[in-house]
């Protein structure tokens, strides 16, 4: 079995169809974790926001952003975004693997177009990266998924160095431990085996305060 059979696979186990439609009217939005095959890699393909953008400029993030009205759905919002940042064709998505948010593969010879309007930069970073300690720091500031964790990667190809934190590192934790069936060298302060029941707990824990 190949790498990207054999990933997709651990993938499929933690697919879930989890409605949130009972929340209360929150913002939707919805991000595109693209994963590729790299020099026998597997790779996460990673935006840095524009500095012109008004709330979180310069961070690290997935394609990704708000709920649209012409959208059908999750998928479809992360494909539009991911489209318009930086220039991923749908068709060149292979989808089907709906984690909350969105995990797909995508060719290896993609070669991005960013919006700079909205992105100043496109890298990948391998997926392993996120399961080991040597570049990885922990925070006791409390986000939807635990502690802060932050990582801190030099990009080989441009030497810039990237700070990956908050949800984007979270989420990125949470997909290499799916794919890559391996336990990080850290502790990760929620639950492996069932973040989707913790988040929901979280979000309503939160939401009966407001």
């Avoid at 969105?102 to 970073?125: C, G, R, W, Y």
């Avoid at 990582?151 to 949800?167: K, R, Y």
Wanted: hydrophobic share 40%; net charge negative.
């Amino acid at each position: 079995m190949d790498l990207k059979q054999k990933t997709v696979d651990s993938l499929k186990k933690y697919e879930t169809d989890e409605d949130f439609s009972h929340l209360p009217a929150l913002p939707k939005a919805s991000v595109l974790i693209p994963l590729l095959l790299k020099d026998g890699q597997l790779q996460l393909l990673l935006n840095v926001r524009s500095f012109n953008l008004k709330n979180h400029a310069g961070e690290v993030c997935f394609p990704g952003g708000k709920s649209e009205s012409s959208d059908k759905d999750e998928i479809d919002t992360a494909l539009r975004e991911a489209h318009e940042e930086i220039g991923l064709p749908p068709n060149r998505v292979e989808t089907g693997l709906l984690i909350t948010p969105v995990v797909a593969f995508i060719e290896d010879s993609f070669q991005a177009h960013p919006n700079p309007e909205e992105v100043s930069e496109v890298f990948t970073v391998p997926l392993e990266f996120f399961t080991k300690e040597a570049d990885h720091s922990c925070y006791p500031v409390p986000s939807i998924f635990g502690p802060t964790h932050c990582f801190i990667f030099t990009d080989p190809s441009t030497g810039n160095i990237h700070q990956i934190w908050g949800l984007t590192a979270a989420l990125a934790i949470i997909v290499a431990v799916f794919a890559m069936e391996k336990k990080p060298e850290f502790e990760v302060g929620f639950s492996l085996k069932d973040p989707v029941s913790q988040f929901k707990e979280t979000l309503n824990s939160r939401l009966s305060k407001l």
